[in-house]
Nanobody, 127 residues
Framework: QVQLVESGGGLVQAGGSLRLSCEVS????????MGWFRQAPGKEREFVAA????????AYANSVKGRFTISRDNAKNTVYLKMNSLKPEDTADYYC????????????????????WGQGTQVTVSS
């Protein structure tokens, strides 16, 4: 049974920073492609960032490029999302996701490519 547990969300002022963590258990973490998604109230869940199994390939949504950084520590079974220069429009529930593939690409950037999801952590950015 694969489990993903997010942490690190909270309330922050615009311009501030947060670091989200997602710890994965149940199988060898380095075998998973990992991603972060977010869902604002009344909106679809959208892609934020993705990272390959080794960490060598990374992708970001245009809306967060240059402000967010995804990383992983395979020794700690954890993927991170460092969020800087936060804006009110970043307010959402943030979810990490995992898939063991197989994929036709080094990273997974679509919701339907992922098999496992965390319960989400709330991020609220005040103006």
């Amino acid at each position: 049974q694969v489990q993903l547990v997010e942490s690190g969300g909270g309330l922050v002022q615009a311009g501030g920073s947060l670091r989200l963590s997602c710890e994965v258990s149940g199988r060898t973490f380095s075998s998973y492609y990992m991603g972060w998604f977010r869902q604002a109230p009344g909106k679809e869940r959208e892609f934020v960032a993705a990272i390959s199994r080794s960490g060598g390939y990374i992708a970001y949504a245009n809306s967060v490029k240059g402000r967010f950084t995804i990383s992983r520590d395979n020794a700690k079974n954890t993927v991170y999302l460092k969020m800087n220069s936060l804006k009110p429009e970043d307010t959402a529930d943030y979810y990490c996701a995992a898939t063991s593939g197989p994929l036709n690409s080094p990273i997974a950037t679509r919701r339907d490519m992922y098999d496992y999801w965390g319960q989400g952590t709330q991020v609220t950015v005040s103006s």
